[in-house]
């Protein structure tokens, strides 16, 4: 499994989120940060006086999925994110050791499946949770 974490501008986000769901993948966490990269933000003039703005808002989007689909997704977010300014973000990719789906006591890939099984064959973490029920 694979984690992909992307930080984007805020304006392409819908497009991002677009691209995901056409590339069949709409699992997503999203958080508003702000940060700097090579830019260091902007120098604004506003009343007549000089404001220096350092942290600028983007958009995080954590996205767990197996590894075959990890490329694919990657490709998407670059090609939905791209405006050819600096700035545009940045994506990283980990390397996921396990999930589990909390409902279900679901384990591995299966925890990532977009709905949960209803009668789920418990793991090790699910046979410790659903013996004491």
Not at 33 to 48: P, Y
Not at 94 to 121: D, H, T
Request: glycine residues 10%; aromatic residues 6%.
């Amino acid at each position: 499994m694979k984690k992909i974490e992307a930080i984007i501008r805020p304006v392409k986000f819908d497009e991002v989120k677009a691209a995901l769901a056409e590339a069949g993948y709409g699992g997503v966490t999203v958080t508003e940060v702000e940060g700097h990269g090579t830019q260091k933000g902007f120098t604004q003039v506003w009343r007549g006086r000089e404001y220096k703005v350092e942290l600028l808002p983007k958009i995080k989007l954590e996205i767990v999925c197996p590894a075959k689909d990890a490329d694919k997704i990657v490709k998407a977010i670059m090609r939905s994110a791209h405006t050819g300014q600096v700035g545009d973000g940045k994506i990283f990719v980990y390397e996921i050791a396990e999930a589990y789906r909390i409902s279900s006591g679901e384990e591995g890939e299966r925890a990532l499946s977009e709905s949960p099984v209803s009668n789920p064959k418990p793991g090790r973490l699910g046979e410790i949770l659903f013996s004491r029920a």
